[in-house]
Nanobody, 121 residues
Framework: QVQLVESGGGLVQPGGSLTLSCAAS????????MGWYRQAPGKEREVVAT???????DYLDSVKGRFTISRDNSKNTVYLQMNSLKPEDTAVYYC???????????????WGQGTQVTVSS
């Protein structure tokens, strides 16, 4: 089992910044993908940014240039630095970890409890 604990959400004014953190613990494989998703009221959950254990990253088009995902593999922690925040970034942000057993090929998909980010004046 893997546990994901998020922190760093809150209320921020448009144009402001926030940094989200997600610490993973438990049975974590050396190779995995970690990422951030978000879900706004009445909308489907969408992927915001992902980072592989090898260092590759990917972003939702609407956050490119504003958000930066990073990882500290020694701490099994992923961060999301969010700058120039807009009201449309308001959502519950969820941390995610995906990994595949190299012995059984079983896929594992873990989620954090979510942290609210509200961008409003």
């Amino acid at each position: 089992q893997v546990q994901l604990v998020e922190s760093g959400g809150g209320l921020v004014q448009p144009g402001g910044s926030l940094t989200l953190s997600c610490a993973a613990s438990g049975s974590i494989f050396k190779i995995n993908d970690m990422g951030w998703y978000r879900q706004a009221p009445g909308k489907e959950r969408e992927v915001v940014a992902t980072a592989t254990s090898g260092g590759s990253t990917d972003y939702l088009d609407s956050v490119k240039g504003r958000f930066t995902i990073s990882r500290d593999n020694s701490k099994n922690t992923v961060y999301l630095q969010m700058n120039s925040l807009k009201p449309e970034d308001t959502a519950v942000y969820y941390c995610n970890l995906k990994q595949v057993s190299r012995f059984t090929a079983r896929k594992y998909d873990y989620w954090g409890q979510g942290t609210q980010v509200t961008v409003s004046s």
